[in-house]
Nanobody
Framework: QVQLVESGGGLVQAGGSLRLSCAASGTIFSINVMGWYRQAPGKQRELVAVIFSGGSTSAADSVKGRFTISRDNAKNTVYLRMNSLKPEDTAVYYC???????????????WGQGTQVTVSS
């Protein structure tokens, strides 16, 4: 059984910063990819940023230069540092991990419960 637990969301003014954290726990053998997605009201869930086990990253154009994704492999934790926040960044942010458990031969995708980020203008 695997759990992804997010923290760090909240209300911030435009131009402000937040840092999201997501810790994966359970019978984890290895984690391939960790990342963040977001879903605004009335919109589809979209990729924000991902980080691979080797440290390479990819981010949506809308957040490049403002958001930074990082991970601590020893803690099975991924972070999203969000700077220069804009009202259009308001959404529920979901942690995502593609990982293999100790009793599996395949990677599976897991989701966190989501954390609300609200940016006021």
């Amino acid at each position: 059984q695997v759990q992804l637990v997010e923290s760090g969301g909240g209300l911030v003014q435009a131009g402000g910063s937040l840092r999201l954290s997501c810790a994966a726990s359970g019978t984890i053998f290895s984690i391939n990819v960790m990342g963040w997605y977001r879903q605004a009201p009335g919109k589809q869930r979209e990729l924000v940023a991902v980080i691979f086990s080797g440290g390479s990253t990819s981010a949506a154009d809308s957040v490049k230069g403002r958001f930074t994704i990082s991970r601590d492999n020893a803690k099975n934790t991924v972070y999203l540092r969000m700077n220069s926040l804009k009202p259009e960044d308001t959404a529920v942010y979901y942690c995502n991990a593609v990982l293999r458990t100790k009793n599996s031969s395949y990677d599976h995708r897991y989701w966190g419960q989501g954390t609300q980020v609200t940016v006021s203008s």
